[in-house]
């Protein structure tokens, strides 16, 4: 089955310190959600990305597609304790009602 | 006015029983999923009916049963539960097979098999 390849599993960052997650596929992704869970909570939805190349923001959150439409990041500038939890991307691929998540990346931001 | 709802939210039972979680959606969606979250976070899609009919059946043991009374309500059920089952339970839904909408989640069951 399709494959999304996120990394890293965990990152630790002092409070003030970028953080950047990565996902990678060796096909060509549908588009690409993001999601955020917070430690005891639930995945919540933050964007999409549908265009090859599009960039967009959130305060101090930056989600990238790839060109090839087989990556995306996202990248936190100057972490706050708030960003705690673990960062999902997810392709919606080509099987109907489906989401393929990546692993997610933990993140623990000391203040 | 929670959007997705589920209960109960912790569940402590011992190996061997049969258990139930509920799930409702107060948002008109027409799709609606079930996933496990093992302790090192993965999220593994179990279910997904779209207007009550089962549409991904993800080689799940068929000691689970999903069931959809109605495209607001889906319920699972876990027979001769086991210590593997340990886990989070999410019920999400979102708005359509093919579109583009996000996947809505619940709070999450909490299961612990004694």
């Known amino acids: 089955g399709q494959q999304v390849m996120q990394i890293p599993q965990y990152q630790h960052v002092q409070e003030g310190e970028d953080f950047t997650t990565y996902c990678n596929s060796s096909t060509t992704l549908s588009n690409i959600q993001w999601y955020k869970q917070r430690p005891g909570g639930h995945p919540v939805f933050l964007i999409q990305?549908?265009?090859?190349?599009e960039v967009k923001k959130q305060k101090r959150l930056t989600f990238q597609f790839g060109e090839a439409k087989k990556n995306s990041s996202l990248h936190i500038t100057a972490t706050q304790t708030t960003d705690v939890g673990t960062y999902f991307c997810?392709?919606?691929?080509?099987?109907?009602?489906?989401?393929?998540f990546g692993r997610g990346t933990q993140l623990t931001v000391w203040p | 006015d929670t959007a997705v709802s589920q209960t109960p939210k912790y569940l402590v039972t011992q190996m061997g029983n049969d258990k139930s979680i509920k799930c409702e959606q107060n948002?008109?969606?027409?799709?609606m999923y079930w996933y496990k979250q093992d302790s090192k976070k993965f999220l593994k899609i179990m279910f997904s009916y779209n207007n009550k009919e089962l549409i991904i059946n993800e080689t799940v043991p068929n000691r689970f049963s999903p069931k959809s009374p109605d495209k607001a309500h889906l319920n699972l059920h876990i027979n001769s539960l086991e210590l593997g089952d340990s886990a989070v339970y999410f019920c999400?839904?979102?708005?359509?097979?093919?579109?583009?909408?996000?996947?809505?989640f619940g709070d999450g069951t909490r299961l612990s098999i004694l």
């Open positions: 999400a839904s979102s708005q359509g097979l093919g579109s583009n909408q996000p996947q809505h």
């Open positions: 997810a392709d919606r691929g080509s099987t109907l009602g489906r989401l393929y």
């Open positions: 948002l008109g969606h027409d799709t």
């Open positions: 990305l549908v265009k090859s190349g």
